[in-house]
């Protein structure tokens, strides 16, 4: 089962706009990392933010994470066309570290820019 | 380095079947982790291995099984594919598999028929 919920689940947008993703999940966590699949390849890893960080930019990506409301959200400013892909939010468990290479997903958010 | 190489990318097979499917992570990364992507579920958790040992497992039934060899390669086998089993096989690879960041392959599309 997915723990994260993400909304919304499709965004479209124009060129130089900035696009916001939400990312909502149940359990602790040790940290909330962001990954971008381009129609149905691989993932890439876009950015990591610990459980005791609340905001942490990369380019022109900003992540903020609330660990008291279980939610994080994406910011990619400035849009681009070759920013369409699908966007997931995925959760490392606080467990103590017993959750070996396990990342949780969530149903994740389509980005389509439009040019 | 090389990133994260999956073989095949692509396979047809039919009820009943087996298939094998190979992921060579990127080199130093011991901990590699599998999973299954559909539309329907999304992406879920099949196994990871670390140092040739599985050392956590998803809810999936017994006919998924990997293994892992000592140059931190490994495979995946499903035995008696269904045609549920039609999907997208992940998988990744980490330094140590402790939450940290994963670096993920291009992926097998395996299509059951």
């Known amino acids: 089962s997915q723990q994260g919920e993400e909304d919304p689940q499709a965004l479209s947008i124009q060129e130089g706009e900035n696009a916001t993703m939400n990312c909502s999940y149940k359990?602790?966590?040790?940290?909330l990392q962001w990954y971008r699949q381009n129609s149905g390849r691989g993932l890439v890893h876009l950015i990591l933010?610990?459980?005791?960080?609340r905001e942490k930019h990369s380019g022109r990506l900003r992540v903020t994470l609330d660990t008291s409301k279980k939610s994080s959200s994406l910011l990619i400013t400035a849009s681009r066309a070759a920013d369409t892909a699908s966007y997931f939010c995925?959760?490392?468990?606080?467990?103590?570290?017993?959750?070996?290479?396990?990342?949780?997903f969530g149903q994740g958010t389509i980005l389509t820019v439009h040019p | 380095k090389a990133g994260v190489t999956q073989t095949p990318r692509y396979l047809i097979k039919t009820r009943g079947q087996q298939v094998t499917l190979s992921c060579s992570p990127i080199?130093?990364?011991?901990?590699v982790s599998w999973y299954q992507q559909t539309p329907g579920q999304g992406l879920q958790f099949l196994f990871e291995?670390?140092?040739?040992?599985?050392?956590n497992k998803g809810n999936f039934p017994g006919r998924f099984s990997g293994r892992q060899f000592s140059n931190s390669r490994s495979e995946m086998n499903v035995s008696t594919l269904e045609l549920g089993d039609s999907a997208l096989y992940l998988c990744?690879?980490?330094?140590?598999?402790?939450?940290?960041?994963?670096?993920f392959g291009p992926g097998t599309r395996l299509l059951v028929l």
């Open positions: 990744a690879s980490s330094i140590q598999g402790y939450g940290e960041t994963q670096y």
């Open positions: 359990t602790s966590i040790n940290n």
């Open positions: 933010i610990r459980s005791n960080e």
């Open positions: 995925a959760t490392a468990p606080g467990d103590g570290g017993t959750s070996y290479g396990k990342l949780t």
């Open positions: 080199s130093g990364h011991r901990s």
């Open positions: 291995y670390f140092s040739e040992t599985q050392r």
